[in-house]
């Protein structure tokens, strides 16, 4: 939860025949009319999923797509290493430039007549080329123009899509006159830029910005099948779990632990409707204690868990609950996704045994959070695995759940008249509106004239939860401090 404190005034509007109120609350509010004034406190609210404007990099394997889309973003997201091939799949980050926000999306490295695995990266690249509003090609100032970009040119120069063309490793003048060759592919004119060092990616910015669609598109959250991630340590069962749904091999199943490396994607029909799971990698008990392949991986499920929308986290039922396994629920929850905690293995536990471990699970999880819905089942044997459906269907419709302004706030002043914020340096706070700013996940804005200790911002998230459910979803409350204006 958050505070952020504002000192500017603020009034509330009211019904006919009531020029003011001393809390701020009456039956005839126009609550509406409240939102409207605090909206810009408030942000946009809105009923679909918004998509941001999103650029694909594409081009060879190692030419530095990665390094590029991390000076892009700003940060050191994408994985990068002196290797071909690093990069698998379709990964997505949110950029920030000159005011406007969009997606980058980094994909492996696109080949020619590529097989096996290097043909499943080369499809993911052509997925990306194909649903992307703007796309940079990467080619290698160092080596030329290849076949390879040329049949990638060919190909997009029959796209619909716009494409800029980004010449990487030019890091002199000379290397730039040299950059001028690659007019030849048929891109207008290509970009020399340094992805390393920044040389020329502000320019290269401004022109995706100047292409790039100006307004998010808005699609209905039904569109597309619910994305669900299969996380949990190493050898839990996660690749059983989505053998056992899916009703075949989809993911290599061994008693050695880490041998699922890359996210898997599987679209399953469970419960009348598609859901799109993701079988990850086993979270380390920290990424630094990781290498090589283990380290990509880790870093793999984490981005799994940011693009999921409710997260089936697996604990071993026959193994006390660690201290990897609290941090790895408070990472889910930080992340703002719905959760669900399947116990797996629940087979091996003896029968006299259950009862006293149920109540033991409830107190150790107890330690992080008492929201996430949970489920006993055997990915072996299928027990209990009809239950986990409506478990992640009640996660996501309280993850998608809006509170309308008026019911919300008359909630909030039988609440606070009840149970009054702390005093702060000699004054009591008085909220005086609240309203429910977005949905995934549920997030409140409470206007108060002074500050809310944490422990009563905990408190309105517990009763939010008792009077509004919110079962398996994080709620977040945030605060706006402002001072009442008197009327004159």
């Known amino acids: 939860m958050t505070t952020n404190e504002d000192s500017t005034d603020f009034d509330l509007p009211t019904g006919p025949g009531e020029e003011t109120i001393e809390d701020g609350w009456n039956d005839d509010t126009d609550w509406e009319a409240v939102a409207a004034e605090f909206a810009d406190e408030i942000g946009a609210?809105?009923?679909?999923?918004?998509?941001?404007?999103?650029?694909?990099?594409?081009?060879?394997?190692?030419?530095?797509?990665?390094?590029?889309?991390?000076?892009?973003?700003?940060?050191?997201?994408?994985?990068?290493?002196?290797?071909?091939?690093?990069?698998?799949?379709?990964?997505?980050?949110?950029?920030?430039?000159?005011?406007?926000?969009?997606m980058?999306?980094?994909?492996?490295?696109?080949?020619?007549?590529?097989?096996?695995?290097?043909?499943?990266?080369?499809?993911?690249?052509?997925?990306?080329?194909?649903?992307?509003?703007?796309?940079?090609?990467?080619?290698?100032?160092?080596?030329?123009?290849?076949?390879?970009?040329?049949?990638?040119?060919?190909?997009?120069?029959?796209?619909?899509?716009?494409?800029?063309?980004?010449?990487?490793?030019?890091?002199?003048?000379?290397?730039?006159?040299?950059?001028?060759?690659?007019?030849?592919?048929?891109?207008?004119?290509?970009?020399?830029?340094?992805?390393?060092?920044?040389?020329?990616?502000?320019?290269?910015?401004?022109?995706?910005?100047?292409?790039?669609?100006?307004?998010?598109?808005?699609?209905?959250?039904t569109d597309v099948p619910r994305r669900v991630a299969l996380v949990g340590k190493p050898n839990v069962g996660k690749s059983s779990l989505l053998n056992k749904l899916t009703g075949e091999e989809r993911s290599v199943v061994d008693n050695v632990a880490g041998t699922t490396v890359d996210p898997v994607d599987s679209l399953v029909e469970l419960g009348g409707r598609t859901w799109r799971f993701v079988d990850t990698a086993g979270l380390r008990r920290k990424v630094n204690q990781a290498y090589g392949h283990e380290y990509y991986a880790s870093l793999r499920t984490r981005g799994a868990i940011e693009a999921a929308e409710v997260v089936v986290l697996l604990l071993d039922a026959s193994e006390p609950i660690t201290e990897q396994d609290l941090r790895v629920i408070s990472m889910v929850a930080d992340a703002g996704r719905a959760l669900v905690i399947a116990f797996n293995k629940w087979d091996l536990v003896d029968e006299d045994r259950r009862?006293?471990?149920?109540?033991?699970?409830?107190?150790?999880?107890?330690?992080?959070?008492?929201?996430?819905?949970?489920?006993?089942?055997?990915?072996?044997?299928g027990r209990a695995l009809a239950k986990l459906v409506p478990a992640m269907e009640t996660a996501l419709d309280s993850w998608d759940k809006r509170i309308p302004t008026g019911p919300l706030n008359t909630w909030m002043s039988e609440v606070v008249a009840a149970t009054s914020p702390p005093m702060r340096g000699g004054r009591l706070p008085r909220i005086r509106f609240c309203t429910q700013a977005t949905t995934r996940p549920p997030t409140f804005v409470f206007f108060s004239t002074g500050f809310l200790e944490?422990?009563?911002?905990?408190?309105?998230?517990?009763?939010?939860?008792?009077?509004?459910?919110?079962?398996?979803?994080?709620?977040?409350?945030?605060?706006?401090?402002?001072?009442?204006?008197?009327?004159?």
């Open 104 to 221: 980058v999306q980094d994909t492996g490295g696109w080949e020619q007549d590529a097989k096996g695995m290097h043909r499943s990266i080369a499809q993911q690249a052509e997925i990306a080329m194909g649903t992307a509003d703007l796309i940079v090609l990467v080619c290698d100032g160092t080596v030329g123009i290849t076949a390879a970009d040329a049949t990638v040119a060919k190909s997009l120069r029959r796209s619909d899509t716009p494409v800029i063309l980004a010449v990487n490793k030019v890091d002199s003048e000379k290397a730039e006159l040299e950059a001028a060759e690659f007019w030849s592919l048929g891109l207008d004119e290509p970009h020399a830029i340094s992805a390393a060092h920044g040389r020329g990616t502000a320019d290269l910015l401004d022109e995706i910005l100047r292409q790039l669609p100006s307004k998010a598109r808005m699609r209905e959250a």
């Open 355 to 381: 009862y006293d471990l149920d109540k033991e699970i409830d107190r150790e999880l107890s330690r992080v959070l008492s929201w996430a819905h949970r489920v006993n089942i055997s990915a072996r044997t």
């Open 45 to 102: 609210v809105t009923e679909g999923v918004e998509i941001l404007p999103t650029v694909a990099i594409v081009g060879r394997p190692n030419v530095g797509k990665s390094t590029l889309v991390n000076r892009i973003i700003g940060r050191r997201e994408a994985v990068v290493e002196d290797v071909p091939g690093v990069t698998r799949d379709r990964v997505s980050y949110e950029a920030l430039w000159n005011g406007r926000t969009f």
């Open 454 to 488: 944490a422990g009563y911002r905990r408190f309105l998230e517990r009763r939010l939860r008792e009077t509004f459910g919110f079962d398996g979803s994080p709620v977040r409350v945030n605060v706006r401090v402002k001072e009442r204006r008197q009327r004159k």
